[in-house]
C-alpha cells in the first residue's frame, strides 16, 4: 500500500458572515470603543456564522490524483486552504506529510512589487527548497509558463493570465510531494490550459499526489482516480470509481424529470438581460416531459428579457451525457451573420432543434450559456448555471440489426451508399 501524505479527521469550519463582519482592532481601538459605549459589551450582537466543511474525515495516499467536485459554496476551495495551511479549520486536525504546492486564487503565494524571476525563487524558498535546487529547474519554468519577455517585470503589471501561467508553472516544476489545483486553470489560454492538462497528467504518473478542484467533469474523469462530492460542507461521495460520484453529483432522483426551469425571483440578472425561462418543446412550443425518442423532434427555447442591445451577446446552450462529457455547444450566432435571429429589446423567445438520430439513449443536461464574445461569460458551462434534463430512449435506428443502446457517445443514423467496381 502506497503511504498515506494527508489524513484528515474531523474537520469543520466555520465563518462569520453578513454585516457583523469587522476589521482587527487595536488595543487602542478596543480601549476607545469601551470609553465611548460602555455598555456596549453587554449587548448581544447575534453574530451570524456559516459552516463551509463540516466533520470531513478523509485519508489521501501517495500518487493519487484526487478531484475534489462540488457545486459553488460546497467547501472545495476552503479544503485545499486548510490542506496549504492558509487557513486554520474550527475543529478537527490535519496532518500533512511532504511538501505541499498550491495554485490557488491568483496572486496566492506571489508579491505584486517583485519580478517573475524573484517570486519563483521566494515561492521556491517558501517551499523549503534551495537555491540550486531552483536555479536547476528555472529555465524550464520560464519556458513552459511563456512568460519570458516579462520576467523580469513586477508581477503587478501582469494580467490574470500572466499570473496563473506561472503561478502553474512554479507549482508544476518545482519538488513538492503533493499539488493541490483549483478551477483557476480555468482562467488561462485554450492552449496552456490543454499544455497544463498533458503535464498535470505526466505529474500524476510520477508519484506525487494532486488534489484537483475542477466544475470541468471531462478533466476530472480523464486525470483522477478517486473522486469526493462535497454539498454544503459535508462529504456526500467518495470512490475510485469517478464515473459514479460525477453522475452523483450532476443527477438527482428529483432533478431527472426536470425538464423545464423558471428564474425564481430573479437568482439570475444582469445588465445586458434577465433569462427568463428555459424547457424542452415539441415543434408548437409545447413542453415536454418523460423521455423522448432518439429520431423525435424536439427543441430547446429560451425566454429572456433582453435590456440592452450589444453585438457581442451569444446565447445557447451546452449538452452533457451521463459522464459529464460535453457533447456540444449552440450559440445563436453559429450560422452565418445574415441569418442570426434579429435581437430586440424586450421579452422574446429563441428556440433550437435538437438534432434527430443523434443523441443515444441516456440522461443529459443541458446548460443556459451566455457571454459577450471574447469579452467576459455571464452564464458559464459548468458554473452553476440554469439547466435542464432530457431522457432519449428509442428510436435508435428503424434497422432490425439495431434496436438497443449502441456503443459510443452519439448514437447518429448516417447514410451509406455503394460503388461497384
Not at 105 to 126: M, S, V, W
Not at 404 to 411: E, S
Request: hydrophobic letters at 40%; a neutral charge; glycine letters at 8%.
Amino acid at each position: 500500500m502506497n503511504n498515506l501524505m494527508i489524513r484528515i479527521e474531523n474537520v469543520s469550519k466555520r465563518y462569520r458572515i453578513g454585516a457583523h463582519q469587522t476589521r482587527y482592532k487595536t488595543f487602542r481601538d478596543s480601549f476607545t470603543d469601551l470609553l465611548r459605549t460602555p455598555f456596549k459589551r453587554f449587548h448581544s450582537e447575534n453574530p451570524q456564522y456559516i459552516w463551509a466543511l463540516h466533520d470531513l474525515s478523509l485519508e489521501i495516499y501517495e500518487g493519487e490524483v484526487l478531484g475534489i467536485i462540488g457545486r459553488n459554496g460546497a467547501g472545495k476551495t476552503t479544503l485545499l486552504k486548510i490542506i496549504s495551511r492558509i487557513t486554520r479549520p474550527t475543529k478537527g486536525k490535519i496532518e500533512i506529510y511532504g511538501k505541499v504546492g498550491s495554485l490557488l486564487e491568483i496572486g496566492t503565494g506571489f508579491h505584486p512589487e517583485l519580478t517573475g524571476r524573484e517570486n519563483i525563487y521566494l515561492y521556491g524558498a517558501i517551499l523549503g527548497m534551495k537555491k540550486r535546487e531552483i536555479q536547476n529547474r528555472f529555465d524550464e519554468i520560464v519556458d513552459f509558463s511563456g512568460i519570458e519577455k516579462f520576467i523580469d517585470t513586477p508581477m503587478k503589471f501582469y494580467s490574470n493570465g500572466m499570473f496563473v501561467r506561472l503561478a502553474f508553472t512554479i507549482a508544476a516544476y518545482l519538488d513538492t510531494d503533493i499539488l493541490l489545483v483549483d478551477e483557476v486553470l480555468s482562467v488561462g489560454d485554450a492552449e496552456f490550459q490543454k499544455k497544463s492538462m498533458n503535464k498535470m497528467s505526466s505529474i500524476s504518473k510520477s508519484g506525487r499526489t494532486i488534489l484537483f478542484v475542477s466544475h470541468n467533469m471531462t478533466a476530472v474523469q480523464q486525470l483522477c482516480d478517486s473522486c469526493i462530492l462535497l454539498d454544503e460542507g459535508k462529504l456526500v461521495s467518495h470512490s475510485h470509481d469517478v464515473g459514479s460520484v460525477i453522475k452523483n453529483y450532476i443527477y438527482t432522483e428529483e432533478e431527472e424529470l426536470h425538464s423545464i426551469w423558471y428564474n425564481e425571483n430573479n437568482k439570475y440578472d444582469f445588465y445586458w438581460f434577465t433569462p427568463i425561462r428555459m424547457s424542452i418543446t415539441d415543434k408548437n412550443g409545447s413542453p415536454i416531459s418523460g423521455y423522448v425518442k432518439n429520431d423525435s423532434e424536439v427543441w430547446v427555447e429560451i425566454e429572456l428579457l433582453l435590456k440592452i442591445i450589444d453585438p457581442a451577446f451569444t446565447i445557447g446552450y451546452a449538452i452533457f451525457n451521463e459522464d459529464g462529457i460535453c457533447l456540444y455547444w449552440s450559440y445563436h450566432t453559429d450560422t452565418p451573420q445574415n441569418t442570426w435571429p434579429l435581437l430586440t429589446k424586450g421579452r422574446i423567445i429563441l428556440k433550437s432543434k435538437i438534432p434527430q438520430n443523434f443523441l443515444n439513449e441516456g440522461l443529459y443536461r443541458i446548460e443556459m450559456i451566455a457571454s459577450l464574445h471574447f469579452r467576459e461569460w455571464l452564464l458559464e458551462p459548468g458554473k452553476n448555471t440554469p439547466n435542464i434534463f432530457l431522457r432519449i430512449q428509442g428510436g435508435l435506428s428503424e434497422s432490425p440489426l439495431w434496436i438497443m443502446k449502441r456503443p459510443g457517445v452519439v448514437a447518429p443514423i448516417i447514410q451509406w451508399e455503394i460503388k461497384h467496381v
